[in-house]
């Protein structure tokens, strides 16, 4: 069975923190693996992972992944109240197209 | 960026009755929906792939008489949550893959949160 597993699951920081945020994954047949971010409603779509070592960047945001090591993680220098969020991590096989997700972990940032 | 809807968004309703979800793709064709339950503090769980055309296929411990899933279009799955308890309050997200465009990236609906009195 597919497992996706994010830490911490909880994270509090103050604005200008930078943190890093972790998914591992087991996999049968591994195909990419996605960051979300949710906030009151449904996940919105951050990076999509296929490759080992090649960041993805958008503004204060990036991810890489390790496919040896079987995990993501996604950064977030310079936080801002407005990052504060469920980020979620999920992984797709290469059969079918369902996603698997990891619990989320909850990033508050304060003032 | 495509665009998923869902209606209603925030349904209350008496224990006993039917729900029915809807799911639309706005911009684009979905042969693929996926429907997800979310309780408080916890993460997406899969329930079902709703596929067009054809039977949807349920995750491990779903019931399939109690959450029908219907896909008759490109852009439209209903998910109907028939005689509805409390246990069944969630926040119910669907999610689509554009038929045409390929790839991984589901587009998530809004959600719909479900209060079962």
């Known amino acids: 069975e597919d497992k996706v597993v994010q830490s911490p699951l909880s994270l509090v920081v103050h604005e200008g923190d930078t943190v890093t945020l972790n998914c591992s994954y087991e996999?049968?047949?591994?195909?990419?693996l996605l960051w979300y971010k949710q906030e009151k409603k449904a996940p919105t779509f951050l990076f999509m992972l296929?490759?080992?070592?090649i960041e993805k960047k958008s503004g204060r945001l990036s991810s890489i992944l390790d496919k040896k090591e079987l995990f993501s993680i996604l950064n977030i220098t310079a936080t801002q109240t407005g990052d504060s969020a469920i980020y979620l991590c999920a992984v797709r096989e290469t059969s079918g197209s369902r996603l698997t997700f990891g619990e989320g972990t909850q990033l508050t940032v304060n003032p | 960026g495509a665009v998923v809807s869902q209606h209603p968004s925030w349904v209350i309703c008496k224990s006993g009755t039917s729900v029915k979800i809807e799911c639309r793709s706005l911009d684009f064709q979905a042969t693929t929906m996926f429907w997800y339950r979310q309780f408080p503090k916890q993460s997406l769980m899969l329930m079902a792939t709703?596929?067009?055309?054809?039977?949807?296929?349920?995750e491990q411990g779903v019931e399939k008489d109690k959450f029908l899933i219907n896909h008759a279009s490109l852009t439209l799955s209903t998910l109907t949550v028939t005689s509805a308890h409390p246990e069944d309050s969630s926040f119910y997200i669907c999610?689509?893959?554009?038929?045409?465009?390929?790839?991984?990236?589901?587009?998530f609906g809004p959600g719909t949160r479900l209060t079962v009195l």
């Open positions: 709703s596929n067009e055309g054809s039977k949807a296929t349920y």
């Open positions: 296929t490759s080992s070592g």
């Open positions: 996999v049968t047949n591994f195909r990419s």
């Open positions: 999610s689509a893959r554009d038929r045409l465009a390929g790839g991984d990236t589901q587009y």
